[in-house]
């Protein structure tokens, strides 16, 4: 029972006639740039020009180990904290998990702390 879609123009009252197009459109002329910007200007309109690029965060090469190491940390730190950590990892010849662990160890010995699990 396939029915055939009706046409919302078939047996139509509308009379279209009185839109037509017309022939004599004036279009009104652009103003220059200067009189753009100056007018931007004195509105305080910020520009959209192009911005110098925002330096991107250093590119470190990547560092694949096998250590044996299989838990992972993740934590916000301060941009100059990381690059420390990253110094002295480099400094040492230490990988970045190592140069944590190492800095955990030591923190325990200033705190007088030994670690869990290891002697009473």
């Not at 022939?23 to 110098?52: L, N």
């Not at 002295?88 to 970045?96: F, K, M, P, T, Y």
């Amino acid at each position: 029972m396939a029915q055939e879609r009706l046409s919302v123009f078939e047996n139509s009252d509308l009379d279209l006639s009185e839109f037509t197009p017309t022939a004599d459109i004036k279009k009104k002329p652009k103003p220059g740039r200067e009189k753009v910007k100056a007018i931007s200007e004195a509105a305080q309109f910020p520009s959209r020009e192009a911005k110098p690029p925002v330096s991107e965060p250093l590119k470190r090469k990547p560092r694949y180990h096998k250590t044996g190491r299989t838990a992972s940390l993740s934590c916000r730190l301060m941009p100059a904290v990381v690059e420390k950590i990253y110094a002295i990892a480099d400094r040492e010849g230490w990988l970045v998990g190592e140069t944590i662990e190492r800095g955990i160890e030591a923190l325990e010995r200033e705190l007088g702390k030994k670690p869990k699990g290891e002697g009473t």
